[in-house]
């Protein structure tokens, strides 16, 4: 089974600064048949289900605000929230849906600072 | 409009049984992978089932054996049937469409205990 490893556990960014979430695969997610990366990036707010922002690893959901990028390939993969603001506070995970089971990561904890 | 709503949940003792229902509407449960996803109180998410548009089925490995996922599509609905309930169980059951899921449930708590 893959295992996810997101970095870090939690982090606290000032309104207006860069977010930068990791998430590391223990195998490969890249199919090289299609050239695309089955990894997923989602939002969770306290009390709400988790809201899809990223898909194929760079891929941006329709109404997602564009300060939300996904980036890497294979097994190291980014979340960047380029200009962090209030409501971003929220645990992000990233899941990946390369085989028959699917994992997601522990999740990385985002603050204001 | 595509909506997904669980239902089911509820307190249930070490060993017992529940099974949780997944009714949509706006899509055929057979044209799409629906899958369970779950929370335990306070911790992330956990992946735990799947069933593919051609009625193949995957469980993690924790409840492997003792959950099984299915479908109705006469009544549109997917379940959980989950046995041998165990205390590390209790958590909110998610339903959600496809391999990346941009449509979930509110969710169902299952709590687990004596």
């Known amino acids: 089974d893959i295992v996810m490893t997101q970095s870090p556990d939690s982090l606290a960014v000032s309104l207006g600064e860069r977010a930068t979430i990791n998430c590391k695969s223990s195998q490969s997610v890249f199919y090289s048949s299609n050239n695309k990366n089955y990894l997923a990036w989602y939002q969770q707010k306290p009390g709400q289900p988790p809201k899809l922002l990223i898909y194929?690893?760079?891929t941006r959901e329709s109404g997602v605000p564009d300060r939300f990028s996904g980036s890497g390939s294979g097994t190291d993969f980014t979340l960047t929230i380029s200009s962090l603001q209030a409501e971003d506070v929220a645990v992000y995970y990233c899941?990946?849906?390369?085989?028959?089971?699917?994992?997601f990561g522990q999740g990385t904890k985002l603050e204001i600072k | 409009e595509v909506q997904v709503v669980e239902s089911g949940g509820g307190l249930v003792q070490p060993g017992g049984s529940l099974r949780l229902s997944c009714a949509v509407s706006g899509f055929t449960v057979s044209s799409h992978y629906m899958n369970w996803v779950r929370q335990a109180p306070g911790k992330g998410l956990e992946w735990v089932s799947i069933i593919f548009n051609d009625g193949s089925t995957y469980y993690a490995d924790s409840v492997k054996g003792r959950f099984t996922i299915s479908r109705d599509d006469s009544k549109n609905t997917v379940y959980l049937q989950m046995n041998s309930l165990r205390a590390e169980d209790t958590a909110v059951y998610y339903c959600a469409r496809d391999s990346y899921s941009r449509y979930w449930g509110q969710g169902t708590l299952v709590t687990v205990s004596s």
């Open positions: 899941q990946e849906y390369y085989g028959s089971l699917y994992t």
């Open positions: 194929w690893a760079s």
